[in-house]
């Protein structure tokens, strides 16, 4: 499974727009991308998945380059609630056995 | 989207006890499940992977003996914490792959249950 490595923690005034970029030096053909945000005392919940490009939803951007060695998540105009932990994960979705490995996210702390 | 729900959501139990926690998908069926734990400040690490019907597989250094899965039906997996010492206080999540034939590969995850031994 390959490894991702995000910034431990992101600051950002509400309003702004909000990239987060992980790295995944060694992400493999049958990957996808998918990145998950968590509340405190709650489960992940789904953001936005991709395998390559741009993927855009009512939530977020997923950029995603050529190389694929690396994704950025953008979050347009955040507000206070927008404040989670962001994860970002790699790995075969279409094996149903595989499961989803998290690295130690981004802490994203968004002020008024 | 589909729905995972985990029961109880929070449980506290004396040391040497054992608690049961249920992980259900409520709208579709799932061959796998999966077991997460998470302590404060610190991101989820998967614990095992629960098959319909088959033993789980449990991920290096996660007590097969200690944490018990069991995953009987379509719809239900369930991890016992069996002697449950304070250092087993936790967050445990459960989660679910998307079904064959949804387009999303989502995985589903449930809410959570907060277990605190005594």
């Known amino acids: 499974l390959a490894k991702t490595t995000q910034p431990i923690s992101m600051d950002s005034y509400e309003g702004q727009e909000v990239n987060i970029t992980c790295s995944h030096n060694n992400i493999a053909t049958n990957d996808y991308i998918t990145w998950y945000q968590q509340f405190p005392s709650q489960g992940p919940r789904f953001i936005i998945q991709g395998y390559k490009t741009k993927v855009t939803n009512e939530v977020a951007s997923l950029f995603i380059p050529a190389d694929r060695k690396s994704s950025t998540l953008s979050l347009p105009r955040v507000s206070l609630s927008d404040t989670a932990v962001y994860y970002c994960?790699?790995?075969?979705?279409?094996?149903?056995?595989?499961?989803?490995?998290f690295g130690k996210g981004t802490r994203l702390s968004v002020i008024a | 989207g589909a729905v995972v729900s985990q029961h109880p959501s929070r449980v506290i139990c004396k040391s040497g006890t054992s608690v049961k926690i249920e992980c259900r998908s409520l709208d579709f069926q799932a061959t796998t499940m999966f077991w997460y734990r998470q302590f404060p400040k610190k991101s989820l690490m998967l614990m095992a992977t629960s098959n319909e019907g088959s033993k789980a597989t449990y991920e290096q250094g996660v007590e097969k003996d200690k944490f018990l899965i069991n995953h009987a039906s379509l719809t239900l997996s369930t991890l016992t914490v069996t002697s449950a010492h304070p250092e087993d206080s936790s967050f445990y999540i459960c989660?679910?792959?998307?079904?064959?034939?949804?387009?999303?590969?989502?995985?589903?995850f449930g809410p959570g249950t907060r277990l605190t031994v005594t």
């Open positions: 989660s679910a792959r998307a079904p064959a034939g949804v387009p999303s590969d989502e995985q589903y």
């Open positions: 994960l790699v790995g075969d979705t279409n094996s149903g056995n595989t499961p989803l490995v």
